[in-house]
């Protein structure tokens, strides 16, 4: 497993607060059990559909690529081995923030390289990835814009991005009171802190230099998910910031 590592460096408000945040989240991901999807689909028959929709929906999205695959906030990797089966990469890659999930998929899915990181600095060189894949995360970032410039920096010119999220239509949030006050989900209470409601997806990946592909809403509605690819095919040259150690596949 690569873990990726940070130099020491001063930080101002922002960061601090941003580190804040990571930790908060860190905290709750720790409290969802590692095979959280994998016993769920298992052993609900709502969830069983629930997320079985959305694997599916996301998997039609991946195409063949020639070189590595990234799944950022891979969880114990249920979505990861999906994906990778329909795209056929050199190589699969997962990251996630939870230490934990990442031991359990290590045992039930060995075939994957995997790092701890943090969605918003990813531990990568730039264009290290034909195709990455980024469930259901970026509405628990401070700063999903951030980790779309990531997803640009690390992506290669010709290679594709797929990102779901919820749409935060009424239904689905009525649904997401009670599934998290009530129901199992009560381990993700608080975790979410974006709405990607109206056209704020939209707005965040056309300026991180993304046009999209294809957008897929589905659920009734309640998910969305995005296939999109650099908007030009000239390779981002943002730069890896200051005091940041990078760990990445040789």
């Known amino acids: 497993m690569t873990v990726k590592t940070k130099a020491p460096r001063r930080v101002n408000h922002d960061e601090h607060e941003q580190h804040e945040h990571t930790h908060d989240l860190q905290e709750i991901h720790e409290d969802v059990p590692p095979d959280f999807y994998d016993t769920s689909v298992k052993s609900n028959l709502i969830q069983r559909y629930w997320h079985g929709r959305r694997f599916k929906e996301v998997a039609r999205l991946a195409t063949k690529v020639d070189g590595r695959l990234l799944d950022v906030g891979c969880d114990g ?14 190589r699969v890659v997962g990251v996630d923030i939870s230490a934990k ?3 359990y998929t290590i045992t039930r899915r060995p075939q994957f390289d995997l790092a701890v990181g943090d969605a918003e600095e990813l531990p990568f060189r730039d ?56 129901g199992k989900g009560k381990v993700w209470d608080h975790a979410h802190v974006q709405d990607f409601g109206g056209k704020s997806l939209d707005r965040i990946v056309k300026s991180a230099g993304f046009r999209v592909l294809q957008d897929k809403r589905f659920l009734g509605g309640m998910v969305r998910a995005l296939k999109i690819a650099p908007a030009s095919p000239v390779l981002s040259q943002i730069p890896v910031p200051a005091g940041r150690s990078e760990s990445y596949l040789p």
């Open 77 to 90: 990797g249920t979505l990861t081995e999906k994906v990778a089966a329909r795209a056929r990469p050199e």
């Open 101 to 103: 999930s990442l031991a």
């Open 127 to 182: 264009a290290t990835f034909a195709a990455i894949f980024c469930s259901e995360v970026m509405e628990h970032l401070v700063s999903p814009e951030k980790m779309l410039s990531e997803v640009r920096r690390c992506l290669t010119p010709t290679g594709y991005a797929v990102v779901m999220v919820p749409a935060e239509t009424p239904l689905f949030k009525f649904l997401w009171f009670f599934w998290t006050k009530f």
